[in-house]
């Protein structure tokens, strides 16, 4: 099956820095990636949605200017937090999907990062 | 609009014994659904998918969900549960394969942690 690789897998972080995650498709053109949050003993949220080359889809509630989405290929796409404080710490996860014209792939996850802030 | 309710955040089991977590989902029309499952610290596996094919779907490791249009139940059963099958189950349910503007978002339930004893 397709393979989607997220990297750090771990990273911790003093406050106020900017920490970027990865998410690669390895074996399929990600049209479209999603990126999630879980909190702990909670169920994933979603926090934005992003297509190749355009401005990604926010959740509500989610700051755009503190996790900044860019896709700018059909296999990377990259979510940095910026100027982390301790309540960023969390468990965030990208998905990806192509959902290119005529094809329809179900979603792909990476295996997630662990996000410390210190 | 597409909602997922698991009714059970922990089961607890004996090796050997049957497995049953539960999912009832809400959706305004055909609904594509989901198992994953999540190990500690790591990302999802697809364990299954339901699209509007056989009502009874088999996945990975022994695991199979039936969709029950008439009780809008999508429950996950396993004749034998093994120790490696302790982890967290998501039911999933789809708002669309990216036609007619959806963005082909995955909605997640809460979670169910199934626990398996010796």
């Known amino acids: 099956g397709a393979v989607v690789s997220q990297h750090p897998s771990r990273v911790i972080c003093k406050s106020g820095t900017s920490v970027k995650i990865e998410c690669r498709s390895l074996?399929?053109?990600?049209?479209?990636m999603f990126w999630y949050r879980q909190f702990p003993k909670q169920s994933l949220m979603l926090m934005a949605t992003?297509?190749?080359?355009?401005?990604?889809?926010?959740e509500q509630g989610v700051e755009k200017d503190k996790f900044l989405i860019n896709h700018a290929s059909l296999t990377l796409s990259t979510l940095t937090v910026t100027s982390a404080h301790p309540e960023d710490s969390s468990f965030y996860i990208c998905?990806?999907?192509?959902?290119?014209?005529?094809?329809?792939?179900?979603?792909?996850f990476g295996q997630g990062t662990r996000l410390t802030v210190v | 609009a597409q909602s997922v309710t698991q009714l059970d955040s922990h089961v607890s089991v004996s090796e050997g014994t049957p497995v049953l977590l539960r999912c009832n989902y809400s959706?305004?029309?055909?609904?594509?659904l989901f198992w994953y499952v999540q190990h500690p610290n790591k990302g999802l596996q697809l364990l299954l998918k339901?699209?509007?094919?056989?009502?009874l779907v088999k996945g990975i490791n022994g695991f199979e969900a039936e969709f029950k249009k008439s009780e809008t139940s999508f429950h996950l059963t396993k004749p034998s549960a093994h120790m490696s099958d302790a982890a967290e189950y998501f039911c999933?349910?789809?708002?669309?394969?990216?036609?007619?503007?959806?963005?082909?978002?995955?909605?997640f339930g809460k979670g169910t942690k199934l626990s398996v004893k010796p």
């Open positions: 998905s990806a999907r192509d959902m290119g014209r005529g094809r329809v792939t179900e979603a792909f």
């Open positions: 074996d399929f053109q990600a049209t479209t």
């Open positions: 992003s297509n190749e080359g355009s401005k990604a889809t926010y």
């Open positions: 959706s305004s029309y055909s609904p594509s």
């Open positions: 339901y699209t509007s094919a056989a009502t």
């Open positions: 999933v349910v789809s708002d669309g394969e990216g036609y007619g503007g959806s963005q082909g978002n995955l909605i």
